[in-house]
């Protein structure tokens, strides 16, 4: 291993924050230095997000986070991930013809998340007011950010689309028929004046000014302007023909976002905090669980061994998410037979020398029928022909697109907040008129099959891929995470096995060669299934890619630095912070003093 990384590691006592922006990232920092705490800061840092990432992000879509309390001692997560609309049956889904929830348009939308937990975090643990943390956003979209390329691409993309199907989205992301030019000076007034009117709710103490806030999103011009457009909203979607919501007045006026226990492990002395299986975070914890009987210390951290063993013990865990994962509040969920040592001692002695093409999941006692639908799943042609995945994720790499945000922060109390925010993408769904923003469309997630854990149901959380991290270990605390869908999991479990295995830092191990598989189901529209391949990229070294060939993998190269997003943040025993952010996209950066 070499010393050299692509920019410096953080490091400081103040405060540091690292997202996939480096204006989001500022503007955090900016907020400590006013003297905020991490929750504050995250915040604001989550809505600069939605302005300057509109592409990955918006104000309609989900945020789960995983924070740590100085205060109280507590880590907690916190769900802003919103439900099927009580409207949203199997019975209404298959009457449309459809086999597949498709992966944009009305149908696909669930009850918003993102902006009631948002305020949620601010009201409970932060100290700031609401126009505090608004006002960067809100400043930005009024006044123009520079437009990243990658976002000019995605709006010039689908320009023709817009004004044909979707001009209440031409009229936001393509005024006058004309799509941003890269660099160019980009604003969004709508959502100026959407943020704004929010910022100026009133209530006699900062408490009661942000639950105003979350009410008017619920019932009050906000939710009026939504329902006002859905009520004769009949669009275009992916599947190739136009429909309307399901989503109605009372889904969004009574959902609040929540908090709840994490998911723990504990993995070579690391305690791992993750999300529970309405998402996909307990994979990362069951790969760990997989990978306990080898001894990774002694492998080259770019060898083949290390990379077969990686994505070996991947498709297991993942096997098992598609089987058995779903929201926990509406269905029987094995999660502490799926992270038991005995489970996954028997797990681990499927790994064999080749790479294997099988789709593997689990026998669970009781639970057999999961594991046989999922194997029939995996098996269907869902005769939706070449489409794109409807998530955003590593599409950089062939649309020119992007995938979805992430934020680490931590203040000089010890405060600390792992985010990752997504849904409400510009290219996913129709802007609603006055507000400057899109719906979600996370309810492609579920599956129009009966009796699953994952079947789309009323008032059921679809089985989110968003999974922030939190981990700890003899008084050093850590927060990390990536966007990238199916492959968040697998490119956090291969940075941390780096990071706790051999002696590197934060940014070195961000700058090395990662990879990923894709042999298992895809979380997202048309789900694909691409038995035994694997993505790497090239300077890895042609011994390994030859080598990882040689047993089995199809491997795809991809370019240095262009596969992966992730960011982290740590505290160490002494209070010393440290932060650092992937050079891939140049556009994550790290901050901090």
Not at 30 to 53: C, M, P, Y
Not at 92 to 104: D, M, N, T
Not at 245 to 269: C, M, N, Q
Not at 447 to 454: A, K, V
Request: one cysteine or more; aromatic letters at 8%; glycine letters at 8%.
């Amino acid at each position: 291993m070499s010393d050299f990384t692509t920019r410096p590691e953080i490091r400081g006592t103040f405060g540091v924050v690292t997202s996939t922006h480096w204006i989001a990232s500022s503007v955090g920092m900016a907020i400590l230095e006013r003297g905020g705490n991490a929750f504050d800061s995250a915040v604001a840092t989550g809505l600069a997000l939605q302005v300057v990432e509109p592409h990955l992000n918006g104000p309609a879509g989900d945020m789960p986070a995983i924070f740590h309390s100085a205060k109280t001692g507590e880590t907690q997560v916190l769900c802003g991930q919103g439900p099927a609309p009580a409207a949203a049956t199997i019975a209404h889904y298959k009457a449309q013809g459809l086999e597949l929830i498709p992966g944009s348009g009305l149908l696909a939308t669930v009850v918003p998340g993102a902006f009631d937990a948002w305020m949620l975090m601010l009201r409970d643990h932060g100290t700031m007011y609401l126009r505090d943390v608004m006002q960067p956003a809100i400043d930005y979209a009024r006044d123009g950010h520079p437009v990243l390329p990658r976002v000019a691409a995605t709006i010039e993309g689908l320009a023709d689309f817009f004004a044909q199907e979707w001009p209440t989205s031409e009229a936001v992301w393509a005024p006058s028929g004309q799509a941003p030019k890269p660099h160019g000076l980009f604003k969004n007034p709508d959502l100026a004046d959407t943020y704004d009117r929010l910022a100026r709710s009133e209530g006699a103490t900062r408490e009661a000014q942000i639950d105003k806030a979350r009410e008017t999103w619920r019932t009050g011009f906000v939710a009026e302007a939504i329902f006002d457009y859905l009520e004769d909203a009949h669009v275009m979607d992916v599947s190739g023909a136009p429909h309307s919501a399901v989503l109605a007045p009372e889904d969004i006026a009574s959902w609040r976002a929540t908090y709840e226990a994490p998911l723990t492990y504990r993995y070579d002395g690391w305690q791992f905090h993750k999300t529970g299986p309405w998402s996909q975070g307990p994979v990362l914890l069951q790969a760990l669980a997989i990978l306990k009987g080898f001894d990774l210390s002694a492998m080259d951290p770019n060898g083949a061994d290390f990379v077969h063993l990686v994505v070996e013990a991947m498709k297991l865990a993942y096997a098992d998410r598609e089987a058995y994962y779903g929201d926990p509040t509406q269905s029987d969920i094995p999660i502490g037979h799926l992270l038991s040592e005995d489970y996954n001692a028997e797990r681990r002695m499927l790994i064999e020398q080749t790479a294997s093409q099988d789709q593997r999941p689990g026998r669970v006692p009781g639970f057999e029928h999961l594991a046989d639908a999922y194997l029939k799943r995996a098996a269907r042609d869902f005769n939706v022909g070449a489409v794109a995945a409807q998530e955003p994720t590593m599409s950089h790499l062939t649309e020119k697109r992007g995938d979805t945000v992430h934020l680490d922060v931590i203040d000089r109390w010890g405060n600390m907040v792992s985010a990752t925010p997504s849904g409400g993408w510009l290219q996913s769904s129709p802007v609603i008129p006055g507000l400057g923003f899109p719906l979600n469309s996370r309810a492609q997630m579920f599956w129009l099959d009966d009796d699953l854990p994952t079947s789309l149901a009323p008032g059921r959380r679809p089985r989110t891929t968003l999974t922030p991290s939190l981990a700890e270990k003899d008084g050093v605390q850590l927060v990390f995470g990536t966007p990238g869908g199916d492959q968040q999991d697998q490119w956090q479990l291969i940075w941390f096995l780096r990071f706790a295995h051999f002696g590197l830092g934060l940014q070195e191990c961000m700058d090395m060669p990662l990879f990923h598989s894709m042999h298992f189901q895809g979380s997202f529209f048309p789900r694909e299934v691409k038995a035994g391949e694997m993505m790497i990229e090239e300077n890895v070294g042609k011994a390994t890619i030859a080598e990882l060939r040689a047993r089995g993998h199809k491997v795809t190269v991809a370019d240095t630095w262009t596969v992966g997003r992730l960011t982290a943040a740590m505290r160490e025993a002494d209070g010393t912070l440290r932060a650092a952010a992937t050079p891939r996209l140049m556009q994550a950066y790290a901050v901090g003093r």
